[in-house]
């Protein structure tokens, strides 16, 4: 998601109506670096349109997510989690916090090469790493 305004356009373009509930949603999305779930999103936008259902946050989510506005983040297996930043990136999963985060590695990462990449014939059109373990904050 770059940012608010094209990706009203691109709803636009795909004749989907523009709500000021879904735009509480795609501001509420922009800066986030948490990897939100659905549910904290619903949590949030509630706040400003008390009225708003879960099935209308979600439905925005999925269709954002089939316009690669956001990625679908699949590393909790209580919860799918989602991601603003659709660039291929590393992600880490604390196992007891449950807290995911984007590791930047200090040197390149080969993987992240792979992404756009032809490996015996085969396309590559993203990669997704997911590393599970314990965060420094639990460690401890
Ligand atoms: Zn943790
Ligand atoms: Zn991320």
Redesign the pocket.
């Known amino acids: 998601m770059k940012d608010v305004e094209t990706t009203i356009e691109k709803f636009r373009q795909t004749g989907l109506k523009i709500t000021p509930q879904r735009i509480s949603i795609f501001n509420l999305l922009k800066d986030d670096r948490e990897h939100p779930s659905a549910e904290d999103i619903y949590k949030r936008v509630l706040k400003i349109h008390p009225s708003i259902s879960f099935t209308t946050v979600y439905k925005t989510l999925q269709t954002l997510r089939d316009m690669d506005e956001i990625r679908e983040l699949s590393i909790n297996p209580e919860r799918v989690h989602y991601d603003p930043a659709t660039d291929d990136h590393i992600h880490t999963f604390?196992t007891?916090?449950?807290?995911i985060e984007d590791f930047m590695p200090d040197h390149s990462c080969e993987y992240l090469e792979l992404a756009s990449s032809k490996i015996n014939g085969f396309h590559v059109q993203s990669a997704e790493v997911y590393l599970t373990g314990?965060?420094e904050?639990?460690s401890v």
């Open positions: 604390c007891v916090c449950r807290n314990i965060c904050d639990c």
